[in-house]
């Protein structure tokens, strides 16, 4: 009996058991049904999330890529940026002092006199850093680190150097070169007063250097990466030229005594081959203009004679500086008789076709002293603009000095057929004769 009864309450406990179970597969079944479902769309839209966020990091990468590749508009690091930021403000702190002093003119673009530019490049100089000043000829002070750095990076040696430059209005620039072993970088930060005389940076710049090479003479030369058609319609201009290794006061001196005030456009002086003899191909009417500059320290007034430049004072002015006469002048020049006037008219778009050797700056670089008293100058024509070259052209100008300090041009002569490489002279009126 007890083994019936125990089966019986087995069998019970069984049946309940079956049914407990049923009742909880099904409510389960019924839970698990709405999880899945709620699952299916949580899964849903992580996995949309995540693509989307693929998608978002492969554009980023993408985009990296292509600014790498294009070499310009880098990111800037947030370290790099800190740094050029307190770096110049710290400088221009420095500067302070000299800047509230300067005489800045009326002008709403303040020019600052050389005078005190060249205070604030010392001023510069004392701290230790490498800097130069925007004006011609300015030689670069602590120049020796620069000038390692660039031969350690031709020789594959991974380093980096800052250069400060003095702008003309009063402001500083920071251009950091960065070689890595394989590319040069240049991170670029320029910094400004504002109108309380406090100092901010106006802009920061990171750019890949395309090419670039230290030449013999002390140039350091480059073009950067900058954008280019079609991307831009008009072309940028990335090349630049800095002279590390500095002058000698003498090369200093004759360039802005000499040639600085004639330069390669406008007049033929220094980009055609002459001599005592032989004066038939200069232009006389296009050169007035420049000897007035140089003579009077002022631009010429074409106002003051509307109808033309007196005989006199045309022919007074060129025989100072040339070896010509009066008879050679007016056989060369377009000279009006009738009215006792030499021609003269501004250059412009109907008379000059602009080309970038023309904006090429004239440097003294080799010095002889004749027997006869005279000097030979050797002068590369410094282009940097498009063309990034030392010396388009080089040419031995002879020149006379007198006892006062006042000179005669006797002589050019483009060496090494160098005036097959430049554009044709175009003289300022067409040759009538």
Request: net charge negative; aromatic share 12%; glycine share 6%.
């Amino acid at each position: 009996m007890k083994g019936d009864e125990y089966n019986m309450k087995q069998g019970k406990c069984f049946i309940v058991c079956i049914v407990i179970c049923s009742i909880v597969f099904c409510s389960c079944s019924k839970e698990g049904a709405n999880t899945k479902g709620k699952r299916n769309v949580t899964v849903q839209e992580t996995n949309k999330a995540v693509i989307e966020e693929t998608e978002e990091s492969v554009e980023q990468e993408e985009a990296v890529d292509f600014e790498s590749e294009k070499g310009y508009d880098l990111p800037v690091p947030d370290q790099d940026r800190v740094e050029a930021e307190q770096d110049s403000c710290r400088l221009m702190a420095l500067l302070t002092g000299i800047y509230k002093n300067a005489d800045k003119g009326n002008s709403s673009n303040v020019v600052l006199g050389s005078n005190t530019i060249k205070k604030m490049t010392m001023k510069i100089k004392e701290q230790g850093y490498s800097v130069i000043s925007s004006e011609t000829y300015s030689n670069m002070e602590n120049y020796e680190e620069v000038e390692s750095f660039l031969i350690n990076a031709e020789s594959g040696k991974e380093g980096s150097v800052i250069i400060y430059e003095v702008h003309s209005d009063g402001g500083i620039g920071r251009d950091k070169y960065v070689y890595d072993g394989n590319d040069m970088f240049l991170l670029a930060s320029s910094t400004v007063w504002d109108d309380d005389n406090k100092p901010y940076m106006a802009y920061i710049s990171y750019t890949r250097l395309k090419e670039w090479k230290y030449s013999d003479k002390g140039w350091f030369c480059y073009e950067m990466c900058v954008p280019e058609y079609p991307e831009v319609t008009e072309m940028v201009d990335g090349s630049c030229l800095i002279r590390v290794k500095p002058m000698s006061r003498r090369k200093r001196r004759l360039s802005k005594q000499c040639v600085q005030g004639l330069g390669y456009q406008g007049e033929n002086i220094l980009c055609s081959n002459w001599d005592e003899n032989h004066m038939e191909k200069i232009d006389y009417n296009g050169l007035y203009e420049y000897l007035y500059k140089m003579k009077y320290k002022k631009k010429y007034n074409s106002k003051k004679y509307p109808d033309g430049i007196p005989k006199d004072k045309f022919e007074n002015l060129i025989m100072e500086y040339l070896p010509v006469t009066s008879e050679v002048i007016q056989k060369y020049a377009f000279f009006d008789k009738k009215k006792g006037t030499y021609l003269w008219k501004r250059l412009g778009c109907f008379n000059y076709a602009p080309d970038f050797f023309g904006t090429s700056i004239p440097e003294v670089t080799k010095i002889k002293d004749n027997p006869d008293g005279t000097i030979t100058l050797t002068v590369d024509a410094v282009c940097e603009m498009v063309l990034c070259d030392e010396a388009v052209i080089t040419h031995e100008l002879t020149v006379r000095f007198a006892e006062d300090g006042s000179f005669q041009y006797l002589g050019n002569k483009i060496l090494n057929g160098g005036i097959k490489d430049i554009p044709e002279y175009q003289y300022r009126f067409v040759d009538k004769k």
